[in-house]
């Protein structure tokens, strides 16, 4: 396949613009590679290759923007490109508050690529799936079927150029193996599963994943509701990395400003139970959300949102930080070269607190350990409203004892989590967000 430098491109295409009559221009350029390999008893089902490459254009001209993507990188159809951009801008509403991010003095130091995932046979990446499934059932003979065993990476290069002066690029790339399995006993199948992201290949414990998924899944074999109560409960870091993902639209300046967050006038004041801080940080040493610069060429930034419970900031793009009278806190996020930058969430976590799970569990006489939420997405991310189906453990004088299911959780967010009495210091990230463990002093919980 023919390569092409996209920064190069970027610049032309900006030059264009402007010399067509842009008043601002910005080119992004991403071209990226993708595995995705899926084994199941021992074979390969299936392997996926595909690869990305294109660019899309924003042009500004009488306070109104237009955008044109191509994947057709020849100049011709980068002029036409261009043009329809130019043509498009004439059809959107007019709004002062456009901008375009000048050049930055420094960017942050961001470790984004380990060459050795790029050079790392495909047969070497195979075995890391079938050692994820093979560990998961040597683990335990209830496991017995495996729905999937997966291997995944992604290598990309983004550039980002405009007339302000931004003109970066970066190459980065991250792995990562999960599974899904079902275990059965006298009839009774229950489900489990475990994931690992790196940004390096040496970052991936296939045997850690593998036993971790039939633990989770034969620890919940004979499960059972419990009475309807109101218990403490306690939250395992993927199921609080779950609820953080109903949070995290709300703290962007963007659901502020279209009156879609729950935050919206708060800032100041305390939202949440002091032992709790969430932090949006896109320089995070190897975070699979770090980059030294966002969607818009912005360097990425460290932002505490809720530091101690009180509501500090929210996320911005620069839109937004221009529409607010701020500065762009480099979350002007991009999946692809096909849309504008959107305000988004980059490595987002809830920071680790100083008690062992042990210790948060060990303080309990009678309460549930929520492993699994059911129907997370019905949840209300602007009030914060929920009713979910949960799953987890009994806890007994500070033990774990037996699987329950068939129960359900109800209540607000912003409430929950003002219910807070312990926040665990194992910080877990599941790709970009992460949570530790996280008690909660009384909840409601809905069984028999």
Not at 161 to 174: H, I, K
Not at 319 to 332: D, H, L, M, R
Request: a negative charge; one cysteine or more.
């Amino acid at each position: 396949m023919q390569q092409f430098d996209l920064r190069v491109l970027a610049r032309e295409m900006v030059d264009q613009a402007r010399t067509k009559g842009a008043v601002m221009a910005e080119a992004y350029g991403l071209e990226a590679k993708e595995l995705s390999i899926e084994v199941a008893g021992g074979q390969v089902e299936t392997m996926t290759q595909a690869e990305d490459r294109g660019l899309g254009v924003r042009v500004f001209r009488d306070d109104r923007m237009g955008y044109a993507f191509t994947t057709d990188l020849t100049r011709v159809a980068l002029q036409a490109t261009v043009d329809r951009a130019l043509a498009n801008a004439a059809w959107t509403g007019e709004d002062v508050h456009h901008r375009l991010p000048g050049k930055a003095a420094a960017y942050p130091r961001v470790d984004t690529l380990d060459q050795v995932i790029g050079q790392t046979s495909i047969e070497a990446k195979i075995e890391l799936a079938k050692t994820v499934e093979a560990t998961a059932k040597a683990a335990d003979p209830r496991v017995k079927i495996t729905e999937r065993s997966a291997y995944q990476d992604s290598e990309y290069t983004v550039s980002v150029v405009n007339s302000a002066g931004v003109d970066v690029a970066y190459r980065g790339a991250y792995l990562g193996v999960y599974i899904y399995l079902v275990a059965e006993e006298n009839g009774d199948n229950q489900t489990g599963f475990a994931m690992a992201y790196s940004r390096r290949l040496a970052g991936i414990d296939p045997v850690k994943v593998g036993r971790e998924a039939a633990a989770k899944a034969v620890r919940m074999l004979g499960a059972k509701p419990v009475a309807t109560r109101r218990m403490p409960v306690v939250c395992d870091p993927f199921v609080t990395t779950q609820l953080l993902g109903i949070l995290a639209p709300g703290l962007t300046a963007e659901a502020v400003q279209k009156g879609k967050s729950l935050f919206a006038g708060k800032t100041g004041q305390m939202v949440v139970s002091p032992l709790i801080s969430l932090i949006d940080d896109g320089c995070l040493d190897g975070g699979i959300g770090s980059a030294p610069f966002d969607g818009e060429g912005v360097p990425t930034s460290r932002t505490v949102l809720i530091g101690q419970g009180r509501l500090n900031a929210f996320l911005h793009n620069t839109y937004t930080a221009t529409k607010a009278g701020q500065v762009s806190t480099g979350n002007g996020v991009r999946g692809s070269f096909k849309g504008t930058p959107e305000v988004g969430t980059t490595n987002f976590f809830l920071e680790a607190g100083a008690q062992s799970p042990e210790q948060l569990l060990g303080q309990i006489s009678e309460g549930l350990y929520v492993t699994e939420l059911m129907g997370v997405h019905t949840a209300n991310p602007i009030s914060g409203d929920f009713s979910l189906g949960a799953a987890g453990l009994l806890i007994e004088n500070g033990q774990l004892t037996r699987a329950v299911r068939g129960v359900a959780i109800a209540g607000n967010l912003l409430t929950m989590l003002n219910a807070v009495d312990g926040v665990g210091n194992d910080l877990t990230f599941f790709s970009s967000r992460g949570a530790p463990t996280v008690r909660l002093k009384e909840l409601p919980v809905s069984g028999t």
